[in-house]
């Protein structure tokens, strides 16, 4: 096709007409753009301040700002599109499908992103506690949207998603802050009694670690077939539990040989058939 130099003048005119007639929305398009993504920044800025100096856990004030961030970004996008003269309407229709489409797969995120929000709001733990939960014993490390961050006694990391956390038992070792060691030693039918609970009562006594609000308590447990069990339970703060629980039982080892106690070695039971 052969182009005079009228048709040519005449497109570069109209098209030189279009960019002149569209800059104005581009201009304040990419204008509202830049404004707003650094509005985001403030806003977001003043709200985590805010956050902090109302003492907001800091998992959940890392977990509303991020929200926050995403929202207003939203927003900002649909008004950038909206000033650019791009019908809107349509392209949240689409959003709303690619949304139901995204939630249909990813139905276990989804369950794992509400069990994140569940434990954040109603903090059943926090970070630095010892808990139980899912066949897990270990202490919370971080607390994710999706996933709680667990690291073990012997410095195993574990993620436990936190749809199965939310909606599981969980034993809060730490929430309490002290805790009571239950503990079991055995001693033969030759044993004076009242002088193995004295000797233990003692153990208990003259260690500092040991807690003696509450009171602990030294009674008999149980009379097996071979031996006098004896519940020993010491109460500790948690730093210290591992310590009393240990020490508990190599101090009383020791005191019994002193003694000349012997602590009865543990034989399992046998059911009698009849």
């Given at each position: 096709m052969n182009l005079n130099p009228d048709q040519i003048t005449s497109y570069a005119n109209t098209f030189i007409k279009a960019i002149l007639d569209y800059s104005p929305k581009l201009i304040a398009a990419f204008l509202i753009l830049f404004v707003g993504l650094y509005a985001i920044r403030v806003i977001t800025r003043i709200i985590k301040k805010i956050m902090v100096k109302r003492d907001l856990d800091p998992t959940l004030t890392k977990f509303l700002a991020d929200i926050l961030i995403w929202v207003l970004r939203v927003l900002l996008f649909v008004t950038f599109i909206s000033k650019l003269g791009i019908e809107t309407s349509s392209f949240v229709a689409i959003l709303g499908a690619m949304g139901l489409a995204v939630g249909l797969s990813l139905q276990g995120s989804l369950s794992n992103f509400a069990g994140g929000m569940l434990i954040i709001l109603f903090k059943p733990f926090k970070v630095g506690d010892t808990i139980e939960a899912q066949g897990v014993l270990a202490t919370v490390h971080e607390i994710q949207i999706f996933v709680t961050k667990l690291i073990t006694a012997n410095n195993q990391t574990i993620f436990v998603p936190n749809g199965a956390l939310s909606n599981g038992t969980i034993t809060?070792?730490?929430?309490?802050?002290?805790?009571?060691?239950?503990?079991?030693?055995?001693?033969?039918?030759?044993?004076?009694?009242?002088?193995?609970?004295?000797?233990?009562?003692?153990?208990?006594?003259?260690?500092?670690?040991?807690?003696?609000?509450?009171?602990?308590?030294?009674?008999?447990?149980?009379?097996?077939?071979?031996?006098?069990q004896l519940a020993v339970r010491p109460w500790a703060n948690n730093?210290?539990?591992?310590?009393?629980?240990?020490e508990t039982l190599e101090n009383c080892k020791l005191a019994f040989d002193a003694a000349g106690i012997t602590i009865q070695p543990y034989v399992k039971e046998m059911s009698k058939s009849s």
């Open positions: 809060n070792y730490s929430m309490q802050g002290y805790r009571r060691a239950d503990l079991t030693i055995a001693i033969s039918y030759d044993t004076d009694i009242k002088m193995a609970k004295s000797i233990i009562e003692t153990v208990l006594n003259t260690n500092p670690k040991v807690l003696q609000t509450p009171v602990p308590e030294v009674s008999v447990k149980n009379l097996t077939d071979n031996a006098i730093e210290d539990f591992g310590a009393v629980f240990s």
